[in-house]
């Protein structure tokens, strides 16, 4: 079964065979929610939206074309029901929110490791919360979920060369308040 | 001024997404250009720290709530793909509120009691007061024949039962009914539903499709309760057409001792 592609399973979801959305869910769910998660750094949301994208899927299944990759189909809805949750709870990030977090993640072998990667972490999460939805999104899909440029542009539904801008801008926000937070 | 041409190649060549072309470009710039060096540096650096944090894993509810959510939403939609289905479903749900159904149907019956009053003391003459009565009447029948044929759908036995029950309510029984309950005469799991179904179907054998129904029936019941039980009420109905499939019962191999001593019995009192 592990030699269906994506958008196979999802055709036959489509047709009718439901329970085959259990495969893409196992594939997926993790690196769905760790969008979600960098999107939202808050972990009890971002599960609930895991669940809603996947009943999106099922719901909507019928708008599925099998035109374009399954993933990519999977974050528009994602990002739909990011911008729907937060059109609805006015979900603000709270200030400190995810330096909380990045405290609670598993750090390094030794304890001064531990400590350096946790400052580091810190400081990451800390500078990623400021950075504005666009950019903390697009830095999100390619340096967190590893996608490439092209790749982001067909989720974004906007050129290539948009995206690389974008991302150069995104990065470059990053590092200034990354680099002024340590001074 | 020039460097912002280059900036463009930046999040490409940390990505690793740049052409040779694009690359070589880049690096001629970058030798002699302080400034972008130091940037690009920068957020090389950046980018690797990004490399560290790892999303937190989701909890193992996330997988228990998918399966719920799937398994209710195909069930949500199992009742969409058959109207009629999803009707019976939807009337066998309502039966399980208990209190609620015999509260409507009395009070259809009181609506429909007022009815007949308003009209018999208030409105024209005999033969329309007649024509209207008898459609009430017909009204009434019809509510409660769809009672019994819901009620006969109820996963729970003692439902069903119940259902059988009403019939000996309905005075002229139609083809829906006699078919709904010969059904369940040889269908029906449970062996107390089929025998109340036995019982209910001897006092409709006025009916000459009940007869031939229940003659049929005679082979396909496999407990020796219903067989007796059939053999008592073709007894009491003299029907001689039912010792063809008495014999026939008869040649079967695992047939019950007592049963097929109650069947000979049987044959020999109705020739």
């Not at chain 1, 790749?151 to 050129?159: R, V, W």
């Not at chain 2, 159904?101 to 009209?119: Q, T, V």
């Not at chain 2, 129904?213 to 057409?241: C, F, H, T, Y």
Request: with cysteine; proline share 3%.
């Amino acid at each position: 079964m592990n030699s269906l592609t994506d958008n196979a399973i999802m055709l036959r979801v489509k047709d009718g065979d439901l329970d085959k959305m259990g495969l893409l869910f196992e594939r997926y769910h993790r690196q769905l929610y760790g969008f979600l998660f960098h999107m939202t750094y808050h972990r009890e949301v971002s599960e609930d939206m895991v669940q809603q994208v996947f009943y999106k899927m099922l719901r909507y299944r019928q708008t599925f074309t099998g035109s374009g990759q399954f993933i990519h189909w999977m974050y528009s809805i994602a990002r739909n029901v990011l911008k729907d949750q937060g059109k609805r709870k006015q979900l603000q990030m709270q200030a400190g929110n995810a330096e909380q977090l990045a405290d609670q993640l598993p750090g390094g072998i030794t304890p001064e490791e531990q400590l350096e990667k946790k400052e580091a972490r810190t400081g990451l999460y800390r500078a990623m919360e400021k950075l504005s939805d666009d950019h903390r999104e697009i830095l999100t899909l390619s340096r967190f979920q590893e996608l490439k440029h092209q790749e982001i542009a067909q989720i974004l539904n906007i050129s290539e060369v948009a995206v690389k801008t974008r991302a150069h801008r995104a990065l470059r926000e990053l590092k200034n308040i990354y680099i002024n937070a340590e001074r | 001024m020039k460097c912002e041409q280059y900036e463009e190649l930046f999040a490409g060549w940390i990505n690793g997404e740049l052409t040779p072309a694009e690359r070589e470009k880049l690096d001629q710039h970058l030798i002699g250009c302080a400034g972008c060096r130091e940037e690009l540096a920068a957020m090389q650096q950046i980018w690797d720290v990004m490399a560290e944090v790892k999303a937190p894993e989701p909890s193992a509810n996330v997988r228990v709530k998918f399966q719920a959510m799937l398994d209710t939403y195909k069930e949500s939609v199992q009742d969409q793909k058959s109207n009629w289905d999803g009707i019976k479903e939807q009337l066998s749900r309502l039966w399980q509120w208990q209190p609620r159904w015999p509260l409507a149907y009395s009070l259809a019956i009181l609506l429909i009691g007022l009815g007949c009053g308003y009209l018999f003391f208030h409105t024209g003459k005999g033969a329309e007061q007649d024509q209207q009565l008898k459609e009430l009447t017909s009204q009434v029948h019809e509510l409660k024949q769809t009672m019994m044929l819901a009620l006969l759908e109820n996963p729970s036995a003692s439902e069903r039962i119940r259902g059988v029950s009403y019939t000996s309510e309905i005075k002229h029984a139609d083809k829906e009914v006699i078919d709904a309950l010969l059904a369940t005469l040889n269908n029906d799991p449970n062996v107390n539903v089929r025998l109340s179904t036995l019982d209910a179907l001897t006092h409709l054998a006025n009916h000459q499709e009940v007869r031939q129904g229940l003659i049929q029936s005679i082979v396909q019941q496999d407990s020796p309760l219903m067989q007796s039980a059939i053999a008592d009420v073709m007894l009491k109905l003299q029907e001689k057409r039912s010792v063809k499939p008495f014999k026939e019962l008869l040649k079967q191999k695992n047939l019950d001792p007592g049963v097929k001593e109650k069947i000979n019995q049987t044959i020999t009192q109705l020739i």
